[in-house]
C-alpha cells in the first residue's frame, strides 16, 4: 500500500505559478511510475504530466513549456512546477502512483489539491 499526499494547491491569478508537491509513503518509491493528472468540474481526469521510474518524462499538450514534473527519489516525493498560469487549468490535481508487474498493477492516487487560476 502506497500513500500519497498532496500539497502546494490554492489560488492564483493568471500568470502566476505554483509548485505542487506529493510525498509518497512507500519505501520502493523508486520503483513507481509518477504522474499528476487533474480533473476539472463536468470533465474527465486527465494526465498532465508523468514520471516513469528511470526519470523520464513527458507531458500534456496543453501544458508543454509551462509546467515541469520532478521526483526526488531520495526524499520520496514527486512536484509539478507550474508556470504562466491560465484560467483553464483549474482544476483538482491528483497525485498518481503506478507500478506495473507481470501480475497485477499497483495504482494508487491522492486525495487531491485544488488550484483555481482566476483574478
Known amino acids: 500500500q502506497v500513500q500519497l499526499v498532496e500539497s502546494g494547491g490554492g489560488l492564483v491569478q493568471p500568470g502566476g505559478s505554483l509548485r505542487l508537491s506529493c510525498a509518497a509513503s512507500?519505501?520502493?518509491?523508486?520503483?513507481?511510475?509518477m504522474g499528476w493528472y487533474r480533473q476539472a468540474p463536468g470533465k474527465q481526469r486527465e494526465l498532465v504530466a508523468a514520471v516513469t521510474s528511470g526519470g523520464s518524462t513527458n507531458s500534456a499538450d496543453s501544458v508543454k513549456g509551462r509546467f515541469t514534473i520532478s521526483r526526488d527519489n531520495a526524499k520520496n516525493t514527486v512536484d509539478l512546477q507550474m508556470n504562466s498560469l491560465k484560467p483553464e487549468d483549474t482544476a483538482v490535481y491528483y497525485c498518481?502512483?503506478?507500478?506495473?508487474?507481470?501480475?497485477?498493477?499497483?495504482?494508487?492516487w491522492g486525495q487531491g489539491t485544488q488550484v483555481t487560476v482566476s483574478s
Open positions: 512507500a519505501s520502493t518509491f523508486k520503483n513507481y511510475g
Open positions: 498518481n502512483a503506478r507500478k506495473v508487474t507481470s501480475v497485477r498493477v499497483y495504482d494508487y
